[in-house]
């Protein structure tokens, strides 16, 4: 009879631990597919993000666009495309890097830079988010690296708008800076000596579009930080969540530096 309740005893935990490891799976399933949920609804984020900061790109930078390529441009990030390919030197780019170097060449005579960069971090999120394999069913689908990759290099960027110049001196990219203190610069680099009055008659203070103590542009700073948040938490998700760390460390990371 002891031997009996024994084996029945045996054969009840056997059974509930089969249960148990069978319902764990199957909470581990649910989580995961919750996870990919997520994670795309932060690809799409990234990608209205990117709208965002191409029209307001757009709009400081009205010369560093092409006109023709713009609705096709558009298009591609709406849709949730890649199809774009810009020719460039007779050659059409194809990697992300190909197009982020030339976005951040110092060569002051490289047209349509904005269109790039754009296409550049487009091309990066697309290739992290896997979206030639259409939307994952699970986080596991996803390569951790790949995340980490794109974080820095998005940190990397929001560096290098601030701070990259050309051969002569100019920003690449006009986006923090105010009008009032462009024009300033171009009459010091002209050769005149700055003076209150050079000041007060610079166009966008007598024309009365800015003050002198007009705070500076921090739209684009704050689009790029909400890219570098949903990337986060992309990462997050699927286990990886980046490291801040220095920025020489970070650039190592991308390549077109």
Same mark, same amino acid.
């Given at each position: 009879?002891?031997?009996?309740?024994? @084996?029945?005893?045996?054969?009840? @935990? !056997?059974? &509930?631990? %089969?249960?148990?490891?069978?319902?764990?799976?199957?909470?581990?399933?649910? &989580?995961?597919?919750?996870?990919?949920?997520?994670?795309?609804?932060?690809?799409?984020?990234?990608?209205? $993000?990117?709208?965002?900061? =191409?029209?307001?790109?757009?709009?400081?930078?009205?010369?560093?666009?092409? /006109?023709?390529?713009?609705?096709?441009?558009?298009?591609?990030?709406? *849709?949730?495309?890649?199809?774009?390919?810009?020719?460039?030197?007779?050659?059409?780019?194809?990697?992300?890097?190909?197009?982020?170097?030339?976005?951040?060449?110092?060569? +002051?005579?490289?047209?349509?830079?904005?269109?790039? @960069?754009?296409?550049?971090?487009?091309? @990066?999120?697309?290739?992290?988010?896997?979206?030639?394999?259409?939307?994952?069913? %699970?986080?596991?689908?996803?390569?951790?690296?790949? !995340? /980490?990759?794109?974080?820095?290099? $998005?940190?990397?960027?929001?560096?290098?708008?601030? %701070?990259?110049?050309?051969?002569?001196?100019?920003? &690449? !990219?006009?986006?923090? *800076?105010?009008?009032?203190?462009?024009?300033?610069? =171009? =009459?010091?680099?002209?050769?005149? $000596?700055?003076?209150?009055?050079?000041?007060?008659?610079? +166009?966008?203070?007598?024309?009365?579009?800015?003050?002198?103590?007009?705070?500076?542009?921090?739209?684009?700073?704050? $689009?790029?930080?909400?890219?570098? !948040?949903?990337? /986060?938490?992309?990462?997050?998700?699927?286990?990886?969540?980046?490291?801040?760390?220095?920025?020489?460390?970070?650039?190592?990371?991308?390549?077109?530096?």
């Amino acid at each position: 009879m002891n031997r009996f309740l024994s @084996l029945f005893g045996l054969l009840v @935990l !056997f059974v &509930l631990s %089969t249960g148990c490891a069978t319902h764990q799976e199957k909470v581990s399933e649910v &989580l995961q597919s919750h996870g990919a949920t997520q994670v795309n609804r932060d690809y799409k984020s990234l990608l209205s $993000l990117l709208v965002q900061y =191409k029209e307001k790109l757009d709009l400081r930078n009205p010369s560093h666009y092409s /006109k023709t390529q713009k609705a096709y441009i558009y298009n591609n990030l709406q *849709q949730s495309r890649n199809t774009i390919r810009i020719n460039y030197n007779n050659t059409y780019l194809k990697t992300y890097d190909d197009y982020l170097r030339i976005a951040f060449d110092k060569n +002051p005579n490289i047209n349509d830079r904005n269109d790039f @960069l754009i296409l550049g971090l487009h091309k @990066l999120i697309w290739e992290t988010y896997q979206r030639d394999k259409g939307h994952q069913l %699970t986080t596991l689908s996803y390569q951790k690296e790949e !995340f /980490k990759r794109l974080y820095y290099y $998005l940190e990397v960027i929001r560096w290098k708008i601030r %701070t990259a110049k050309d051969t002569n001196g100019n920003y &690449l !990219f006009i986006t923090w *800076q105010n009008n009032w203190q462009i024009e300033l610069e =171009k =009459k010091i680099k002209q050769g005149n $000596l700055p003076s209150w009055q050079m000041i007060e008659n610079l +166009p966008s203070l007598l024309n009365n579009t800015e003050m002198l103590y007009s705070p500076s542009n921090f739209n684009f700073e704050v $689009l790029l930080s909400q890219m570098i !948040f949903h990337v /986060k938490n992309s990462a997050r998700i699927i286990g990886e969540e980046p490291v801040d760390i220095g920025i020489q460390t970070m650039i190592t990371f991308a390549l077109f530096l």
